[in-house]
Nanobody, 115 residues
Framework: QVQLVESGGGLVQPGGSLRLSCAAS?????????MSWYRQVSGEERELLAT????ARIDSYLGRFIASRDNDKRMVYLQMNNLKTEDTGVYYC???????????WGQGTQVTVSS
């Protein structure tokens, strides 16, 4: 059973930083799953921020955000720097088996960037 729980969201001022975490449940082979970070801004499509294939192979699509994964801890992280008001939204992590099509989602964590 794949369960994901995000944490670390909150209210931050523009220019600040936040580190999001996503914990994966036991019971599946974490290293065999592609992990991703997405965000959804109100009224817009869910946006892919980073794809983490392995701890050494990570594709990040927004330069201010740095994604990482720790297979031993079954965790993924998203370090967000120089936050802007337009970064406000709900941030999700997801997991998809490398040869699969089903994507599992966490419940999301709210990030609000405001002065």
């Amino acid at each position: 059973q794949v369960q994901l729980v995000e944490s670390g969201g909150g209210l931050v001022q523009p220019g600040g930083s936040l580190r999001l975490s996503c914990a994966a449940s036991a019971g599946f082979i974490f290293s065999g799953y592609i992990m991703s970070w997405y965000r959804q801004v109100s009224g817009e499509e869910r946006e892919l921020l980073a794809t983490m294939y392995t701890p050494a192979r990570i594709d990040s699509y927004l330069g201010r955000f740095i994604a990482s994964r720790d297979n031993d801890k079954r965790m993924v992280y998203l370090q967000m720097n120089n936050l802007k008001t337009e970064d406000t939204g709900v941030y999700y992590c997801s997991a998809r088996y490398m040869s699969g099509t089903i994507e599992y989602w966490g419940q999301g964590t709210q990030v609000t960037v405001s002065s």
